[in-house]
């Protein structure tokens, strides 16, 4: 009697098969969400533009990349999209409206057209009357530019020091022992 197994090809294909039959739902819903997500149905134009001027004033461009550089208003949009609740959204859409408003009334233009000194004053405007609530917009967007920005690839390869195989832990060392950098595992 012969033997009349399969082989080693064979059962590669079909474990293939079964795993792409088993896990695709799961994938194809993934790949929804992230076209969906790429489409940009979040936030308006106008809106998304406003986000990227709050951000690129809280973080800057010097010599390190700005929170636009990185991708914070993309990353703002996703928060907005996918994980904000309904108040946050409200929060921050209204804020941005704030925003614009009070760029208007005090220089005339809206906040996206103004030179940056007069943008962080309309930004210190917004913060020092939101300064006593618990969460208002100011807060909200500064928390998730912050959280954007030093999550982004780009600020924890090039800015913050990154070692993907740290090697032995030592507990309290001097930051000076270090190369005075801040990091990331």
Known sequence: MTNQGISRREAIRRAALLAGVAL???????????????QG????????????????RILPRTDTPGATDVGVPAFIDLL????????EQKTLTDGLTQVDAASKAAFGASF?????DRQDTVLRDIAQK??????GFFRLIRSATVLGYFTSEQVG????????VP?????????????RRNWTT
């Open 24 to 38: 695709s739902p799961n994938w194809l819903a993934a790949i929804e969400r992230t076209v969906a997500s790429a």
């Open 41 to 56: 149905a979040r936030m308006t134009a106008a809106q998304t533009a406003i986000v990227g001027a709050v951000a690129e």
């Open 80 to 87: 907005y999209g996918d994980f904000m609740s309904p108040a």
């Open 112 to 116: 996206t057209s103004l030179p940056s």
């Open 130 to 135: 939101e300064e006593k609530q618990e969460q």
């Open 157 to 164: 390869r090039n800015v913050l020091h990154y070692d993907p």
């Open 167 to 179: 090697g032995r832990y030592d507990a309290c060392v001097p930051i000076d022992e270090v190369g």
